[in-house]
């Protein structure tokens, strides 16, 4: 069983920057961020692969948004600039055992989550 804790949620006004983090009890793979907006479905926001070697972005929040890791430090981080009202939401970290895969924006593929840090966007 893998534990992951998300941190650096917090209220931004719009345009700023938030680093989120999503450090793991255990090496892991595949891992991804997700966002849940109020109201809304929870929604694919960016994946890495095993290795840092990939990644992959919803179409929302590329050029806006950067996920990279520290394999040494089992953490993973979502660095997010250019804040958009739109970016509010609880930001969920996702692992999975696979390396890299097709279906990474499905939510099925994780099967490790975190408990989630809320993003808030002001004017």
């Known amino acids: 069983q893998v534990q992951l804790v998300e941190s650096g949620g917090g209220l931004q006004q719009a345009g700023g920057s938030l680093r989120l983090s999503c450090v793991a009890s255990?090496?892991?793979?595949?891992t991804a961020w997700f966002r849940q907006a109020l109201g809304k479905e929870r929604e694919f926001v960016a994946a890495i692969s095993w290795n840092g070697d990939k990644t992959d972005y919803t179409d929302s929040v590329q050029d806006r948004f950067t996920i990279s890791r520290d394999i040494a430090k089992n953490t993973v981080y979502l660095q997010m600039n250019s804040l958009k009202f739109e970016d509010a939401a609880a930001y969920y970290c996702?692992?999975?055992?696979?390396?890299?895969?097709?279906?990474?924006?499905?939510?099925?593929?994780?099967?490790?989550w975190g408990q989630g840090t809320q993003v808030t966007v002001s004017s």
């Open positions: 255990a090496r892991t793979y595949l």
């Open positions: 996702a692992a999975s055992l696979d390396l890299w895969a097709p279906a990474l924006r499905g939510e099925r593929l994780y099967l490790y």
